[in-house]
Each structure stands twice: as C-alpha cells, then as structure tokens.
C-alpha cells in the first residue's frame, strides 16, 4: 500500500545552516516514528515558504546514509496571507502495510499549529 507521512517544520531565520538542521531533525522524527527505510520510500516532496531560499531542504537528506537513490522534489508553498511564516513542509510517499490511522505525522516547533489534532 502507497501512503503519505506529512510533517513541517519552522525556523527563526533564512539561514542555510538552520534550514537543513530543522529539516535533517523534522526527518529523523518522521524516519523514526514511521519506521521508515528508505527502500521503501517512492519520493519526498518539499516545500518552504517564500521567506526561505537560502537552500534546497532536499539537501538534508542527503546526509542520511542510505538515501542517495531517493527521488526528491522542493517548491514553493502557495503564498496565503496570514499563513505560518518560515515554515518548511514534507510529504514522504512510501510503502508500507501500515494502516493510514497509524501514520505517525510529525509537526514540530511553531508548525504544531497546523495540524494540533495530529500531534501528541
């Protein structure tokens, strides 16, 4: 069964450094709490706010050993007014036999404001 994690992240500043740390972190919660491995990941999508372009998050993932074949995407978030600024957002396709209830979505930092019903 194909199935969707979801997960964002925010970050103080438009920084390189800060941007992959905030990511790199967002997937190991995602890669931990899922169990994911990556044989088993179709493609992750990113995306960031307008405010942030001082790097691809794509990039953190390919500090993660294992990863390298991956198919990776990044864009930019539609511009909503009053939306959560500087924020960054995953989607991971993946295979799993997990029923869609037991996914493990993941939002930290100011982004638990998105989706609170999601986080415990």
């Not at 994911?36 to 794509?58: G, K, R, W, Y």
Request: proline content about 4%.
């Amino acid at each position: 069964m194909l199935r969707g994690i979801r997960g964002a992240t925010t970050v103080a500043n438009n920084d390189k450094e800060e941007i992959l740390q905030a990511t790199e972190e967002l997937l190991h919660q995602v890669i931990e709490q899922n169990n994911v491995i990556p044989e088993h990941v179709a493609s992750i999508q990113f995306t960031m706010t307008n405010d942030l372009n001082a790097v691809f998050p794509a990039e953190a993932v390919r500090a993660l050993k294992g990863w390298m074949h991956v198919p990776l995407l990044c864009s930019s978030e539609i511009a909503v007014e009053g939306a959560l600024p500087l924020c960054i957002r995953v989607l991971m396709t993946v295979n799993t036999e997990v029923n869609q209830n037991e996914i493990q979505h993941v939002y930290l930092e100011k982004a638990i404001a998105l989706r609170p019903d999601l986080v415990s």
